[in-house]
């Protein structure tokens, strides 16, 4: 929107990694950015940040409704992203149900532009032939575990939205990476056990990354350019596990890992995390869905969202040197390079998309 409008952008999920870097974007064109919260959600991702912020749920239909009053654009970022949850519905009914709910009242409300996150998994499957793109139609069976199942089930409600009329474009980040991940992300956790030196060893997966900063510009452009009912992958660059590890040992002065752990390994060690944990009441610290999608290689074509946003990203050796520098600036490593006892146990899962 044009600097100097009394426009409203609402969006959900701010106070996440590419939620809370999107609002940055969305503040530099001016107009109010209103932000929906849960009531238990923590804001330090915006914090300073001259935002509106509006309490509420996406499973609270009432609380949808206030925040959609008068609001020009929404960008529907939040979604319950865990690869492993005691109860797997609460992931349906944030992700599936909360964005059905979203879409209905945002609908109602006459937003004139909606764009909804969702990720790289709905389109990376394999197929015959050459990169997977926004043409490959996934089916449910092929999704792994409840995240993904929830993302593909709320992408095809927005795509249904979408023919009956509400003003939504789709935008599927592969994985973003760079500062501002406090989280951390899965990825961002693995940036965080490399500077630590607790990455003894790697498995045998691939993904596409792209700067974080560089997902928010695309989400902007897609609202901006993008066509209605219509799907844009936000990625920049495939690299196999090895070759994102080896960048990281090059940025960060660290030395890379040079075994690779066989997959029945890692297999085997996510069946005996989830019976530990469902022993112990904890969070295991290898999902198997975490493993089992590392057995494929999300790698993509998102040279459309090139053709027909402008999407531009910029080298990935960038975006990781940045997130490396926050990492250390923020404390998630001391100056030893030890893991602070502050933050999350190392996870020794293979990194997967971040809608």
Not at 97 to 109: F, I, K, S
């Amino acid at each position: 929107m044009p600097t100097g409008t009394a426009s409203i952008t609402l969006v959900t999920g701010a106070t996440g990694f590419l939620g809370s870097r999107l609002v940055r974007r969305l503040l530099r064109d001016g107009g109010e950015v209103r932000v929906l919260v849960r009531p238990t959600s923590d804001t330090q991702a915006l914090s300073g940040l001259p935002v509106t912020m509006v309490r509420g749920d996406l499973r609270d239909r009432q609380s949808l409704r206030e925040a959609c009053r008068g609001v020009q654009r929404l960008f529907h970022v939040a979604a319950d992203y865990r690869l492993w949850a005691r109860d797997p519905r609460t992931i349906y009914e944030s992700n599936v149900g909360g964005t059905e709910n979203l879409l209905h009242e945002a609908a109602d409300a006459g937003v004139s532009r909606i764009v909804y996150t969702s990720t790289v998994a709905t389109i990376a499957v394999t197929r015959p032939g050459g990169l997977p793109t926004e043409q490959v139609e996934a089916r449910l069976d092929e999704m792994i575990g409840a995240y993904k199942r929830s993302k593909l089930m709320a992408e095809q409600a927005a795509r249904k939205a979408a023919a009956e009329g509400v003003p939504v474009v789709i935008v599927n980040p592969t994985t973003p990476v760079g500062p501002g991940d406090w989280k951390p992300t899965p990825t961002g956790q693995i940036i965080v056990d490399f500077l630590a030196g607790r990455m003894p060893a790697y498995v045998d997966t691939g993904l596409n990354l792209v700067d974080v900063d560089d997902v928010a510009e695309g989400h902007v452009l897609a609202a901006e350019r993008g066509r209605v009912g219509d799907r844009y992958l936000l990625g920049a660059r495939n690299m196999t596990l090895r070759e994102i590890l080896g960048t990281i040992a090059e940025v960060s002065g660290r030395p890379a890992p040079r075994v690779r752990l066989p997959y029945a390994v890692a297999l085997a060690a996510g069946y005996v995390s989830e019976r530990v944990a469902r022993l112990t009441g904890g969070e295991p610290r290898v999902p198997l869905d975490g493993v089992r999608m590392a057995r494929h290689r999300m790698f993509v074509d998102s040279s459309k969202a090139t053709r027909e946003l402008g999407f531009a990203p910029g080298p990935v050796e960038q975006a990781l040197a940045r997130a490396v520098e926050w990492y250390r600036a923020n404390g998630y490593v001391d100056h030893s390079g030890h893991l602070r006892r502050r933050r999350r146990e190392r996870r020794l899962a293979p990194p997967a998309p971040i809608p």
